[in-house]
Structures are given as structure tokens and as C-alpha cells.
């Protein structure tokens, strides 16, 4: 269900969203009027008016507070892979210091785990989940990086810089996958479904 909804494009379910919720205003108000008489609705205007009120305001403080902590979360998430991205290219590039077979192999490690992260890893965070193989390539060029004795100061920096950067590579994506696990709570989703038919029914 989530890859469908992932295939909707942004205006296309806002579009979706305004209509379903228009319905819901429209045919909920049509139905209440026929069920009960205009006397009723004078009856309790005043206390209905008090209790949407503040109903009608917590919930939007809350729902206001909640987007506010999604977005920061998307954006601090954005960065990470963004740094990841970077780190993973500045690797490819500083093994150019090391000799052809130990350059060889940091390359294709990080051509193998670019490959990785985007046709498995980044598919299986919709679910929560992460790719196995992506350690696997990442330390693998951390190994080669690592093992390799240096024979002069060229190679001594292109290896401290290299493993730098592997080293940041490597706490980027912890930092992604961490922020992928923390996701709005159940608990959370709660209150939100239980403000909006408050808000809905009082109305």
C-alpha cells in the first residue's frame, strides 16, 4: 500500500486529500441535518461553540507542532545523504594517491555500494528496512584502505584521507538509517485520528 501511495505524484494527492476531506464536510453535515431538527442545533450552540473552540485549537497546535518535527526530520535527513553522497565521491577520488590494485578495489567498492544503496537500500527504507550488502561493500573499501602499508608520504596521506572520509561515509548512513527507524509513534497517530473525528463530530 505504501509503494502505491508513494507512486502518487505531490499535487495529484493533494488534490485527492482536499476532495476525500470536502466529502467527508459535505455529506457529514447533509446527513446531520436530516437525522436531527434545527431546534437542536440552537439548543446546544453556545456549549458546542465553547468545546470546538478549544478543541478546534489544541488540535492544530498539535497537528502544527507534529508537521513542524516531520519536516525537520525530512530536512536533518536530506543532509546526512547528502553528506553520505559526498563522502562516498571524496573516497573514490583521494584513493588516487594509493597504488593501481589497492585503488582498484576502494573504487569498485564504492561503485558497488553506490549501486546498493540506490536500488536496494533506499527502496528498502519504505519498509524500515536496510541492505545487508551495503556493509558488506563499505568494508570491504574500508579493509583495502586500511591493510594497505604505505611507501612513501603520498600514499600515507591519500590513505589518512581516504579512510576519513570512509569513516564519515560510514556515520552518515548510520545517522540516515537512524533517523528512517523514528518515524511519527503509533501513539502519536492516535491522538492526530482522534482529534480529527473530534473536531469533525463536534462540528
Given at each position: 500500500m505504501l509503494d502505491t501511495l508513494y507512486q502518487i505524484p505531490p499535487l495529484a494527492?493533494?488534490?485527492i486529500a482536499l476532495l476525500v476531506a470536502l466529502a467527508f464536510a459535505c455529506g457529514g453535515q447533509a446527513l446531520i441535518h436530516r437525522r436531527f431538527g434545527s431546534e437542536n442545533f440552537i439548543h446546544h450552540n453556545e456549549v458546542g461553540g465553547f468545546i470546538i473552540a478549544v478543541v478546534g485549537t489544541t488540535y492544530a497546535v498539535l497537528l502544527g507542532f507534529l508537521t513542524t518535527?516531520?519536516?525537520e526530520h525530512f530536512t536533518e535527513t536530506q543532509r546526512h545523504t547528502a553528506s553520505e553522497s559526498s563522502a562516498a565521491g571524496n573516497a573514490w577520488h583521494t584513493s588516487v594517491g594509493f597504488p593501481y590494485p589497492v585503488r582498484s578495489r576502494i573504487r569498485n567498492n564504492m561503485n558497488s555500494y553506490a549501486h546498493i544503496m540506490i536500488?536496494?537500500?533506499w527502496p528498502a527504507m519504505r519498509a524500515g528496512g536496510f541492505?545487508?550488502?551495503g556493509d558488506i561493500a563499505l568494508m570491504a573499501a574500508m579493509?583495502?584502505?586500511g591493510s594497505y602499508t604505505p611507501t612513501n608520504s603520498r600514499e600515507a596521506t591519500a590513505q589518512l584521507i581516504t579512510q576519513e572520509q570512509?569513516?564519515?561515509l560510514h556515520d552518515e548512513r548510520l545517522r540516515r538509517l537512524a533517523n528512517?527507524?523514528?518515524p511519527i509513534s503509533w501513539f502519536e497517530w492516535v491522538v492526530l485520528l482522534t482529534g480529527a473525528v473530534s473536531v469533525i463530530s463536534f462540528c
Open positions: 494527492m493533494l488534490a518535527v516531520v519536516w536500488d536496494e537500500e541492505s545487508t550488502r579493509s583495502a584502505a570512509l569513516s564519515l528512517n527507524r523514528s
